[in-house]
């Protein structure tokens, strides 16, 4: 897929369609939010920034984009060594940078307005408890589960039904995190956004859903491609 934006794009169409662009936007001090109704060169010249630069920022998000929306049915043909650093790389890493950059939304609009809205005060408390898990979640793969793994591939796991175990531990945290993004589905009523929701209150919905998809993805190489091989 092409790189869509331009100079001419409109800087709220760029957040509408790929909601991760406005941590760009954020870090270059432009408001997408109330202020987005403008072109992205005019953004730009408002706070003298450079359009070149701006622009390969926005395609550095984009191409990680496309990337994780790659069919990932090749894997099923990969090494477990190759599945592994592809999990990693695609989906860890890009879990803990979207957790960390999320969490400031998430807190803010069940401030603001989580008064009038006040399941979005259960959202706050559901996302950071799956942020908390999921973090654990991750180091303790890397450091330990996929240390085992790489043993089984290789046959020399000092236990192998200890290792066997462990990945079944990681199955059932797999069932609890997509317990936790359900709760967050159901008290959204499906991330159906009120009609006095800003540009924050819908960024906040529209990247709790893409973290969704991005973790069942993760889950879904995990237990129907690599874990299959050793249970």
Not at 60 to 71: G, L, M, R
Not at 108 to 132: A, Y
Not at 149 to 178: C, F, S, W, Y
Request: with cysteine; glycine share 4%.
């Amino acid at each position: 897929m092409t790189f869509p934006f331009t100079a001419n794009s409109l800087v709220k169409d760029i957040v509408n369609e790929l909601p991760k662009t406005s941590d760009v936007f954020k870090k270059n001090r432009i408001d997408f939010c109330c202020g987005g109704n403008i072109r992205l060169s005019q953004a730009v010249s408002q706070h003298g920034l450079d359009i070149d630069v701006l622009l390969d920022e926005l395609k550095v998000v984009f191409d990680k984009y496309i990337n994780a929306e790659k069919d990932i049915e090749v894997w099923t043909d990969s090494d477990s060594n190759t599945i592994i650093d592809h999990v990693i790389q695609n989906y860890h890493r890009v879990s803990e940078e979207e957790l960390r950059n999320l969490s400031p939304y998430v807190t803010k609009v069940s401030r603001v307005h989580g008064d009038n809205h006040p399941e979005l005060l259960k959202v706050n408390e559901l996302f950071f408890e799956f942020k908390k898990e999921l973090i654990e979640h991750m180091e303790k793969e890397e450091a330990v589960v996929f240390p085992l793994i790489r043993q089984l591939e290789e046959g020399t796991v000092p236990n192998r039904e200890e290792a066997i175990q462990m990945i079944i531990e990681l199955e059932k945290e797999h069932d609890h995190a997509g317990e936790v993004l359900r709760q967050i589905r159901e008290v959204t009523s499906d991330f159906a956004l009120p009609l006095d929701a800003c540009g924050t209150y819908r960024l906040v919905y529209a990247r709790l859903e893409a973290l969704e998809g991005l973790t069942f993805m993760h889950v879904h190489l995990e237990n129907n491609i690599l874990f299959p091989r050793y249970i």
